[in-house]
């Protein structure tokens, strides 16, 4: 099979992938924003907008997910160490509960080591401004809804996607069956609570701020508002702010308005992907000027 026919069957998989594993699961927090939002309800262009982003940036990321595969499996090859060798089946063998403990090790495993690397990974991408200006795609949704947690620039989705499955698989030596089944599991998991920590949907949970990135959380992180700048960047465990100072909990009530100010942001999933280079360049030019 020829490189092309290779990145067409990844595309269309992507594509079928994307349906399945985000449009689907909105359904239902679609249908809470619109019954008990955060002020305005959404509009189906919010929705429409986010999802079209989404698809374009799974079909460009396609290449770029082959060459990290193929460059791990480069780089295995010539390490002055080997990789820790992990295995969930010794877990399935205690008596009883070992079937349901090992599937609770393939969501939690992943979903420490994911948000460990993408909290550093998160708050790098608004220290640095380089990476800034591809992030901020993600932060300019104005009317920040369930479909955002898909609205990413394509090279931040690398960034915060293909480097750490390729850093973590020069460390971890895990066979691909059980890689296959962790992903599947903690994606399970990872993917309807992304979308309902993005959600606008009017709701407090006291209780799981301190356990879980809750809407009211991550809603301080998308806030328009100075005060609330370079806080809760974690992804599923707020335990990474705690430990690192960035921890903001939300007041009682507190929904901030959310977005970069000066409009809805691009309004094409063209100007959404290319827009940021752009900008790079007028930076630079302007930087150069005298």
């Not at 800034?132 to 996607?161: G, P, V, Y």
């Not at 998991?189 to 991550?218: E, K």
Request: proline fraction near 8%; charge should be positive; glycine fraction near 6%.
């Amino acid at each position: 099979m020829s490189v092309g026919e290779l990145l067409l069957r990844k595309m269309l998989r992507m594509s079928g992938g994307t349906l399945i594993w985000t449009v689907l699961p909105l359904v239902p927090f679609v249908v809470a924003e619109q019954l008990r939002p955060v002020g305005a309800r959404p509009a189906w262009r919010d929705y429409l907008s986010n999802l079209t982003i989404s698809l374009s940036t799974s079909v460009l990321m396609v290449p770029f997910g082959l060459a990290a595969g193929l460059l791990a499996q480069q780089l295995r090859a010539h390490l002055p160490w080997a990789p820790f060798e992990l295995s969930f089946d010794t877990i399935a063998r205690v008596p009883v509960a070992g079937p349901a403990l090992q599937v609770l090790a393939m969501v939690a495993v992943p979903l420490f080591l994911h948000d460990l690397w993408f909290y550093w990974a998160h708050r790098l991408s608004h220290a640095v401004p380089f990476l800034w200006e591809f992030h901020k795609l993600h932060h300019s949704d104005a009317h920040m809804n369930c479909s955002t947690f898909a609205r990413d620039q394509f090279i931040q989705a690398i960034w915060t996607a293909f480097f750490p499955i390729l850093t973590l698989g020069l460390l971890v030596d895990l066979d691909l069956r059980q890689a296959g089944r962790a992903a599947l599991y903690s994606n399970m998991f990872f993917v309807p609570w992304s979308m309902f920590c993005h959600s606008a949907i009017r709701v407090s949970l006291p209780g799981l701020d301190r356990l879980l990135v809750t809407p009211q959380v991550h809603r301080l992180h998308h806030s328009a508002e100075p005060a609330h700048q370079n806080t809760n960047f974690a992804d599923v465990l707020p335990l990474f702010d705690r430990l690192f100072g960035t921890y903001r909990a939300p007041r009682p009530g507190e929904f901030p308005a959310t977005g970069l100010g000066g409009g809805p942001g691009p309004g094409t999933a063209w100007v959404a992907q290319w827009g940021a280079f752009g900008d790079l360049i007028r930076r630079r030019r302007r930087r150069c000027t005298p």
